[in-house]
Structures are given as structure tokens and as C-alpha cells.
């Protein structure tokens, strides 16, 4: 969703689901992020070598190459549970009450549609990668240092994976808010007005003072 969105929570089934589901995504956004900083000691290593030593880090583009899922596909389930996926919101921003939910709803299923059929290629694409019987587990291996691809190619599958659970959820969520007529349910990301992000920040900012 475009803009900065909250999510409710109530004593509600549906939302303890939620909040258990969150804290999977949490760690999984953290590993991300490690990832990202390993990645920014590592090219601070290759750099250093190149300039004082003339000797760059061996290796250095595969151990990209085997981050780069962690960094760039981990976290996107907790960027859903969050509402900070980017989307045109010019239709849906206009929307209210029941004529929202709606149009929330079918715009996740077909999400969830295109994402359990990312499960099913990405698992297969793993699986041909995939071997007990080789070295390392692995059909294949990067170039330099040979290591084996196949951790690389399940961060896929399991990320995505991941996002399904989300979207299940946030499609029981809006099904109740449809068929209850709520206006604020829980265990989605509710957009909010300027207005509202402005105080969200300025309260923030007010703690970290304190």
C-alpha cells in the first residue's frame, strides 16, 4: 500500500494469529537485514584489500549472488503485514466501508493466486538444484568459490511461502469486515490520512526525546 498504514489487534483468534505470524515476519525482516549489513562489511573488506593490499575479497560476487534472496525476498511478508508494498491507490483511496473491503479482498486474492503459483516454480526450481547425493547438497555452484546455490534458491519458495499464510489471514479479515460491516478490522493494514501519520511520527519522535 502506498503511504504509512497500521494494523489493529484485539483479543480475537484472527488477531493473535496475526501477532504470532508477525513475529515469524519480524525475524525474518531482521535476518534481511543482516544480511544487507554483512554485505556492506563485505564489500568494506574487498574495497580495504583492493586499495592497501591489492588484494580484493576472493569470492566477493558469489557471496553476493547467495545474499542477495535473504536481502531482497525474505522480508516481504512483514512489508505486507505492514502496508508498505507500493500501489496506485488513485481507485481504492476513494473507497469506504463494505465497497473497500471489497475491492481489498479480490485485489489479495489474486495475490495470493499469483503467489502460491511463485511456491510451486520457485520450490521446483529449487528441487533441480537439490541433491543429497552430490557435494554440498547441490546440482550446482557458483563460480569462484563453489559454493552451493541451493540455500540461495529455498529462501524463495520459504519466503514466499510465508507471504501466503499472510495473505490468507488478511483475507479472512477482510471477509469478516465485509460480512460484519466493521470499519476498522483488525489484522490489516489500514491506511492512514496525513494527518494521522504526522501525529503517528511527532508521538514517536516525542518518545525517543523522553
Known amino acids: 500500500m502506498a503511504g504509512h498504514a497500521s494494523v489493529l489487534e484485539d483479543d480475537s483468534l484472527l488477531s493473535r494469529l496475526d501477532r504470532g505470524l508477525a513475529r515469524l515476519e519480524w525475524g525474518m525482516a531482521l535476518v534481511s537485514g543482516i544480511g544487507a549489513f554483512a554485505l556492506m562489511c563485505l564489500a568494506v573488506v574487498s574495497v580495504s584489500g583492493r586499495n592497501f593490499f591489492n588484494e580484493p575479497l576472493r569470492g566477493y560476487v558469489d557471496w553476493i549472488e547467495a545474499a542477495m534472496p535473504f536481502i531482497a525476498i525474505f522480508g516481504i511478508s512483514y512489508v505486507q503485514r505492514s502496508g508498505g508494498h507500493i500501489r496506485m491507490d488513485i481507485v481504492v483511496g476513494a473507497l469506504k466501508g463494505r465497497a473497500l473491503w471489497i475491492a481489498e479482498f479480490i485485489t489479495t486474492f489474486l495475490i495470493l ?43 524463495v519458495p520459504v519466503a514466499f511461502a510465508v507471504i501466503c499464510l499472510r495473505l490468507v489471514l488478511q483475507l479472512v479479515a477482510y471477509g469478516r469486515a465485509i460480512v460484519l460491516g466493521l ?13 494521522e501519520q504526522a501525529a503517528a511520527e511527532a508521538d514517536q519522535v516525542q518518545g525517543h526525546d523522553q
Open 113 to 155: 493466486v499469483l503467489m502460491v503459483l511463485l511456491v510451486w516454480g520457485t520450490w521446483a526450481h529449487f528441487d533441480r538444484s537439490f541433491d543429497f547425493s552430490k557435494p554440498n547438497w547441490s546440482r550446482d555452484s557458483s563460480i569462484d568459490l563453489g559454493l552451493p546455490i541451493w540455500p540461495a534458491k529455498l529462501v
Open 183 to 195: 470499519s476498522e478490522p483488525v489484522a490489516v493494514p489500514l491506511v492512514m490520512s496525513a494527518a
